[in-house]
């Protein structure tokens, strides 16, 4: 989804995941020993999204810089007919 910019169904994704973490974290239920591998394989998961979601961001924060600087070219192609 982040890849396809889809990022209104992972913003509702990430507050349901946020729930289910939260969660998680109040009964302690992954600091047992038996969830050592799912604890890993959640947190490689997790550094994963964080790159996908910066490099959304970065992409995102280009074309906001490309479409202002396109408002001033033709603000001033305006301003100069």
Same mark, same amino acid.
């Given at each position: 989804?982040? @890849? %396809?910019? +889809?990022? @209104? *169904?992972?913003? /509702?994704?990430? =507050? $349901? /995941? +946020?729930?289910?973490?939260?969660?998680?974290?109040?009964? &302690?239920?992954?600091? $047992?020993? =038996?969830? +050592?591998? $799912?604890?890993?394989?959640?947190?490689?998961?997790? !550094? @994963?999204?964080?790159?996908?979601?910066? /490099?959304? &961001? +970065?992409?995102?924060? !280009? $074309?906001? @810089?490309?479409?202002? *600087?396109?408002? %001033?070219?033709? &603000?001033?192609? !305006? *301003?100069?007919?």
């Amino acid at each position: 989804m982040v @890849r %396809k910019s +889809d990022f @209104r *169904n992972v913003e /509702a994704l990430a =507050e $349901q /995941a +946020d729930s289910i973490v939260e969660k998680i974290v109040k009964t &302690k239920a992954f600091e $047992q020993p =038996e969830f +050592d591998g $799912q604890r890993e394989y959640l947190t490689k998961l997790y !550094r @994963r999204l964080e790159l996908i979601l910066s /490099a959304g &961001k +970065d992409s995102t924060g !280009r $074309q906001l @810089r490309q479409v202002g *600087n396109l408002r %001033k070219t033709l &603000k001033a192609y !305006r *301003n100069s007919s």
